[in-house]
């Protein structure tokens, strides 16, 4: 188990979308549940994960069997970005890979609109985490109309195969969907214009997909319902609010972490020879005790330490 205490609340279970149809509506994008206390309390507390975190982490890349790939999904300026920068950046980025998936290229358009996604995959031990995702091909497909009808509803299907086959493998899925008011996207993306260091993020298309909000919104509701399974459900983090959000989601992701309980693998050799063999001082033979090499294919976990970082 992990040496660190984890705090008592359930945010999985706060913010689990329930199995059904879905009205986004019905989901306040600034409610706050479960939280701490105000901005500067809950800030308090997410530095309060890292610890623990970090010991996880470290855990689950020594084990070297399973997974984690964190899905992060929302409209522009819902946080993406954000959630690697604030929450991931408390992992040891040796453990980390992080994808993010833009406007497919000409390759990537000739194959199966998975293809990329397989070739992105967390390898074992890591935690991977993508900016968007396979979902932008029932999202933004559905709402400028890139594929048939009949196409889209063939994806969700195959999505839901695809996810099942990944929790199979050892890969446990943590699906997140940044909701955020229209009102919370227009101060985003007003203070983007106001500030010339933000103007590199600033892309004069969002402008331009924020009048098809609503379209967006049922894509979103129909790919929540469609793709929201028991092994791999959705998660509505309300996300108006950047500091909740990062806390909810860092939160999320100690929960899955404890649930999974990554131990450290047992060593192959003998402690206690390698012990001798050390105080004994270079050039000086120890005899060996029967035993097998160490040879697990890792090298050591994170060496280094957490205050190198």
């Given at each position: 188990?992990?040496?660190?205490?984890?705090?008592?609340?359930?945010?999985?279970?706060?913010?689990?979308?329930?199995?059904?149809?879905?009205?986004?509506?019905?989901?306040?994008?600034?409610?706050?549940?479960?939280?701490?206390?105000?901005?500067?309390?809950?800030?308090?507390?997410?530095?309060?994960?890292?610890?623990?975190?970090?010991?996880?982490?470290?855990?689950?890349?020594?084990?070297?069997?399973?997974?984690?790939?964190?899905?992060?999904?929302?409209?522009?300026?819902?946080?993406?970005?954000?959630?690697?920068?604030?929450?991931?950046?408390?992992?040891?980025?040796?453990?980390?890979?992080?994808?993010?998936?833009?406007?497919?290229?000409?390759?990537?358009?000739?194959?199966?609109?998975?293809?990329?996604?397989?070739?992105?995959l967390p390898l074992r031990g890591m935690v991977g985490v993508f900016d968007r995702?396979?979902?932008?091909?029932?999202l933004i497909a559905r709402v400028h109309e890139l594929a048939e009808p009949e196409?889209?509803?063939?994806?969700?299907?195959?999505?839901?195969?695809?996810?099942?086959?990944?929790?199979?493998?050892?890969?446990?899925?943590?699906?997140?969907?940044?909701?955020?008011?229209?009102?919370?996207?227009?101060?985003?993306?007003?203070?983007?214009?106001?500030?010339?260091?933000?103007?590199?993020?600033?892309?004069?298309?969002?402008?331009?997909?924020?009048?098809?909000?609503?379209?967006?919104?049922?894509?979103?509701?129909?790919?929540?319902?469609?793709?929201?399974?028991?092994?791999?459900?959705?998660?509505?983090?309300?996300?108006?609010?950047?500091?909740?959000?990062?806390?909810?989601?860092?939160?999320?992701?100690?929960?899955?972490?404890?649930?999974?309980?990554?131990?450290?693998?047992?060593?192959?050799?003998?402690?206690?020879?390698?012990?001798?063999?050390?105080?004994?001082?270079?050039?000086?033979?120890?005899?060996?005790?029967?035993?097998?090499?160490?040879?697990?294919?890792?090298?050591?976990?994170?060496?280094?330490?957490?205050?190198?970082?």
């Amino acid at each position: 188990m992990a040496q660190f205490p984890v705090m008592a609340v359930n945010i999985s279970d706060a913010l689990r979308l329930p199995p059904g149809p879905v009205d986004l509506r019905t989901h306040a994008s600034s409610s706050t549940p479960h939280a701490p206390g105000d901005k500067k309390r809950t800030r308090a507390v997410r530095s309060e994960q890292e610890p623990a975190l970090a010991d996880l982490q470290e855990r689950l890349y020594a084990e070297h069997s399973r997974r984690i790939l964190l899905v992060l999904q929302g409209m522009d300026t819902s946080g993406k970005g954000g959630v690697i920068k604030h929450v991931v950046g408390m992992l040891n980025p040796q453990g980390c890979q992080i994808v993010s998936f833009k406007k497919p290229t000409e390759q990537e358009l000739g194959r199966h609109f998975l293809w990329r996604i397989r070739r992105g995959l967390p390898l074992r031990g890591m935690v991977g985490v993508f900016d968007r995702s396979h979902y932008e091909d029932v999202l933004i497909a559905r709402v400028h109309e890139l594929a048939e009808p009949e196409t889209i509803e063939r994806r969700y299907a195959e999505i839901n195969r695809f996810e099942q086959r990944l929790i199979a493998d050892g890969i446990t899925l943590v699906k997140c969907f940044l909701h955020i008011s229209a009102e919370r996207q227009e101060e985003r993306l007003l203070a983007r214009l106001d500030d010339p260091t933000k103007h590199w993020k600033f892309n004069p298309g969002d402008v331009d997909e924020r009048r098809r909000w609503a379209d967006y919104q049922r894509a979103y509701e129909l790919a929540l319902e469609r793709c929201n399974t028991e092994q791999g459900p959705w998660y509505v983090v309300p996300s108006d609010r950047k500091w909740y959000r990062n806390w909810a989601i860092g939160q999320l992701l100690l929960e899955t972490l404890t649930g999974l309980d990554p131990e450290y693998p047992p060593v192959d050799f003998d402690v206690e020879q390698q012990r001798r063999r050390l105080i004994a001082g270079p050039g000086k033979r120890v005899r060996p005790v029967p035993g097998r090499r160490f040879d697990h294919g890792l090298s050591p976990p994170f060496s280094g330490g957490r205050t190198e970082r």
